[in-house]
């Protein structure tokens, strides 16, 4: 043990080094978040499958619960049950397009995550960054529970829990909880918690800010406790579930999955679930009697309780969606909480757009029309007119907006193209559209993954830490 | 699985050409031996302590089931069941004695095994060749079901089923189901199946051979086929207990374990069994109400079952004892078969020797004597009489005794000797003489071992096989 707490104090004194400017001292806010003690029970493993190179080290580090795919180095470092799904790493002789550039990628993209630090966390896909297309690297960086860093390089940040930083690059920042931040190349900020920022330089910017009260019920976090709210009680509720898909070495699919889709090792399946053509359900997912038509995906960490997905719908990493019908081509945005009541279930209209970090909690039936947007903290109709416009109406925005919180200035129209194009990659990536034939995403390509499960020296001064791990395949 | 299949044909050939001048083809007899398409599915595992430096690392190769402790390396090699179990390595500065040669070590002992094949077997402790001390080497070997490669290099040979080969520098040897050769360095032999060998040269020699018709009741093998008989049938119908403990991550012991004893994470145990004080039980063993007093061990893929051990008593890898009382100090060597039935006991008394290779199977009540040894088959009063004899009497041999099937020429007392001495050993290296503070062996410190658990590429060319992983500690 003696060596991890080391790591950790190491790590911690980095980023505070990092948010010296904002006066931030993360440690009282992470001392007691990582059960270090419990840390060495855990195991951890790593997917192989012939598709991504693997070349997985660590040193200093620990791990516990991981999920790395493609080339990863990690230095230095705690992690705890991080996904890190490097699955759509770029490979020599692709070119990554960056505004006007033609970028040649001269190397296999590798994740690096040197000196870093994250908690209950996933970063997905790929560098973002022109900058270093090659290099998937994350840094110093404290989050804390359920936060998600998708994608792309990060810094001695600290992202508060249920936060996201999304296709960022990013800097010694501070990210409250909640908040969701898509804004580019961002360095020195600190967002509140509840923000929902949406930046595409010279094109349009959409800022939302959650009402501190409201969203104090769902998520609360203070220095030297642990997060609180509605969120953590239905995560915490929900957490004896996933006991037994760790206890065992392999995991035989308790219904159907069609050849050409494919359900993670990793995921919890409970009874009167239905999985169609295409369906990709991730890593840490959560079903429960839940209706999947071809094409939806399921991400990391979300959960479909009670809902019917009609089919090409997207449930982002985190989001959780209950007592829920949602028509075709849904998305669902990441750490949205979706919360229909048995006698007063939530319709979503095909093509609407739920926008990540939105909070939809109903006593009352409600149903969103198709080719919506919605944002923000929706309780019932009233709210659903502050918090939600057609596409049609917001494609005609040109200047400025303001509804309640919500303030969006520039093209609406080319946000609204800006999303959909984000939700066409994603079934592509994702292998919604596979025909048999072509079109093979994650879907086709994940379903035949080894997990091979390590575990930390069992006691002594190493107690804990795992030992540096060289693959050659 | 096409990579998979050249492997193994190429570790044929190279075995083949080994055995070229005995003109001995090894295909037929492994041809369907080792399911290629089961491996593929099994997943390998190898032991974490921090007492044991860890360098692993493989090629070409594949693995199943496995368990290596110390540092490791294998190259182009079919590995299945192995557990290699390098507790025994030398350090760099130990010294090693031989004869008159006091031998300082230059480096850390590594287990290599390159261009190998072994299947079912264990290999264990450490190189007793003095020309390779710091080099535990196996290379181009074909053991088969539930042969023993016990200890130091061995080359390109051929082991049948339930073989030991012990303490040996070997090169090039075809080895006869259930024969035991503990002679130094042989080369070039070809050992008939049932032959029990035990050579000390300008010492003593020991020579016994099973009745072709009584043995292949118990082992049977021929080119075509699987191994069969009573040994097989035995084992088979235990496999299915085997399952569970592969099927989870981490496993719970069942009974209570004192702290100066060990149980490992992978062997069976059945109810009503008792662990004292300082006992170890190693991996694929299998307790089935067994009672094991103070300092007794029960070695890998031994079996007792219904049997009561006195305490400080060896059951050596392999090793059966059925329906049996032994008392204090009784050894029992590998592969022994020792059935006694639940209205026929079989009872041992103390400090007797039970020879490597031993088959005693009853059906009514027998005693063997105290301070006595027995080898070969005994399946009654008269048979004892045959193979059986006072260690008093058996020290006052000078020159030869002829019993039966057994010859011995030398100096009795001084093959007694060397067998009280490594008794001595063994239990010594096993904890069994822990005081609570000094005298640590394999039950004390093989109490916390974490284990990685592997798995192959779950698809495409290489299915089957597993990428090379490099340990830095």
């Given at each position: 043990m003696k060596e991890l707490e080391l790591v950790f104090d190491r790590i911690v004194q980095r980023v505070n080094i990092n948010l010296r400017e904002h006066e931030y001292d993360v440690y009282p806010l992470v001392n007691n978040l990582i059960p270090l003690n419990q840390m060495t029970k855990f195991y951890a493993f790593y997917g192989i499958t012939p598709h991504h190179k693997l070349n997985l080290q660590f040193r200093h580090s620990s791990l516990s619960g991981s999920y790395f795919l493609g080339k990863c180095q990690v230095t230095n470092s705690i992690l705890y049950?991080?996904?890190?799904?490097?699955?759509e790493l770029k490979k020599k002789g692709d070119r990554f397009q960056f505004g006007d550039f033609d970028i040649p990628i001269n190397s296999d993209e590798k994740i690096k995550i040197n000196d870093s630090f994250l908690i209950k966390t996933l970063v997905h896909n790929n560098s973002h960054d022109p900058e270093t297309p090659e290099n998937f690297f994350i840094r110093d960086t404290i989050s804390t529970h359920y936060a998600n860093i998708h994608g792309s390089p990060i810094d001695g940040s600290f992202l508060g829990p249920f936060s996201t930083v999304d296709l960022t690059t990013m800097r010694d920042c501070l990210i409250g909880a909640f908040s969701y931040v898509q804004a580019g190349e961002v360095s020195h900020l600190n967002i509140e918690p509840g923000t929902v920022w949406v930046r595409s330089p010279d094109n349009f910017n959409f800022l939302y800010r959650h009402p501190v009260d409201r969203l104090n019920n769902y998520i609360y976090f203070t220095a030297g406790a642990q997060p609180q709210g509605v969120f953590i009680d239905f995560v915490n509720s929900r957490k004896e579930s996933f006991q037994r898909i760790f206890d065992v070495v392999n995991l035989e699919s308790s219904v159907p999955v069609p050849d050409s889709a494919s359900l993670d090792r990793f995921s919890v399946i409970k009874p009167k679930t239905h999985i169609d053509e295409n369906v990709l359900v991730a890593q840490r997912a959560y079903l429960q009697n839940a209706w999947l038509g071809k094409g939806a995906n399921v991400q990391e960490q979300c959960y479909i309780i009670n809902s019917r997905l009609e089919g090409f719908d997207i449930t982002a990493h985190g989001a959780k969606i209950i007592e829920a019908d949602l028509s075709k081509n849904v998305f669902v945005g990441f750490n949205s909480f979706l919360r229909g009541r048995p006698k007063a279930r939530l319709s979503i209209g095909q093509e609407s757009i739920i926008m990540p970090h939105t909070i939809i909690d109903i006593r009352k039936p409600l149903t969103i029309p198709a080719n919506h947007l919605v944002w923000g903290v929706v309780e019932n109709e009233k709210d659903l007119k502050t918090n939600g416009i057609s596409l049609n109406d917001f494609s005609k925005i040109t200047s400025t907006l303001v509804r309640g919180n919500m303030t969006f200035e520039g093209s609406g129209s080319s946000f609204v193209t800006a999303f959909k194009e984000r939700i066409h990659h994603i079934l592509e990536a994702n292998g919604a559209f596979f025909n048999g034939n072509s079109k093979r995403g994650h879907a086709q390509r994940n379903q035949n993954i080894s997990f091979n499960m390590i575990q930390p020296?069992?006691?002594?001064?190493?107690?804990g830490l795992y030992p540096t791990i060289t693959i050659k395949p």
């Amino acid at each position: 043990m003696k060596e991890l707490e080391l790591v950790f104090d190491r790590i911690v004194q980095r980023v505070n080094i990092n948010l010296r400017e904002h006066e931030y001292d993360v440690y009282p806010l992470v001392n007691n978040l990582i059960p270090l003690n419990q840390m060495t029970k855990f195991y951890a493993f790593y997917g192989i499958t012939p598709h991504h190179k693997l070349n997985l080290q660590f040193r200093h580090s620990s791990l516990s619960g991981s999920y790395f795919l493609g080339k990863c180095q990690v230095t230095n470092s705690i992690l705890y049950k991080s996904d890190i799904r490097g699955d759509e790493l770029k490979k020599k002789g692709d070119r990554f397009q960056f505004g006007d550039f033609d970028i040649p990628i001269n190397s296999d993209e590798k994740i690096k995550i040197n000196d870093s630090f994250l908690i209950k966390t996933l970063v997905h896909n790929n560098s973002h960054d022109p900058e270093t297309p090659e290099n998937f690297f994350i840094r110093d960086t404290i989050s804390t529970h359920y936060a998600n860093i998708h994608g792309s390089p990060i810094d001695g940040s600290f992202l508060g829990p249920f936060s996201t930083v999304d296709l960022t690059t990013m800097r010694d920042c501070l990210i409250g909880a909640f908040s969701y931040v898509q804004a580019g190349e961002v360095s020195h900020l600190n967002i509140e918690p509840g923000t929902v920022w949406v930046r595409s330089p010279d094109n349009f910017n959409f800022l939302y800010r959650h009402p501190v009260d409201r969203l104090n019920n769902y998520i609360y976090f203070t220095a030297g406790a642990q997060p609180q709210g509605v969120f953590i009680d239905f995560v915490n509720s929900r957490k004896e579930s996933f006991q037994r898909i760790f206890d065992v070495v392999n995991l035989e699919s308790s219904v159907p999955v069609p050849d050409s889709a494919s359900l993670d090792r990793f995921s919890v399946i409970k009874p009167k679930t239905h999985i169609d053509e295409n369906v990709l359900v991730a890593q840490r997912a959560y079903l429960q009697n839940a209706w999947l038509g071809k094409g939806a995906n399921v991400q990391e960490q979300c959960y479909i309780i009670n809902s019917r997905l009609e089919g090409f719908d997207i449930t982002a990493h985190g989001a959780k969606i209950i007592e829920a019908d949602l028509s075709k081509n849904v998305f669902v945005g990441f750490n949205s909480f979706l919360r229909g009541r048995p006698k007063a279930r939530l319709s979503i209209g095909q093509e609407s757009i739920i926008m990540p970090h939105t909070i939809i909690d109903i006593r009352k039936p409600l149903t969103i029309p198709a080719n919506h947007l919605v944002w923000g903290v929706v309780e019932n109709e009233k709210d659903l007119k502050t918090n939600g416009i057609s596409l049609n109406d917001f494609s005609k925005i040109t200047s400025t907006l303001v509804r309640g919180n919500m303030t969006f200035e520039g093209s609406g129209s080319s946000f609204v193209t800006a999303f959909k194009e984000r939700i066409h990659h994603i079934l592509e990536a994702n292998g919604a559209f596979f025909n048999g034939n072509s079109k093979r995403g994650h879907a086709q390509r994940n379903q035949n993954i080894s997990f091979n499960m390590i575990q930390p020296y069992p006691v002594g001064d190493t107690h804990g830490l795992y030992p540096t791990i060289t693959i050659k395949p």
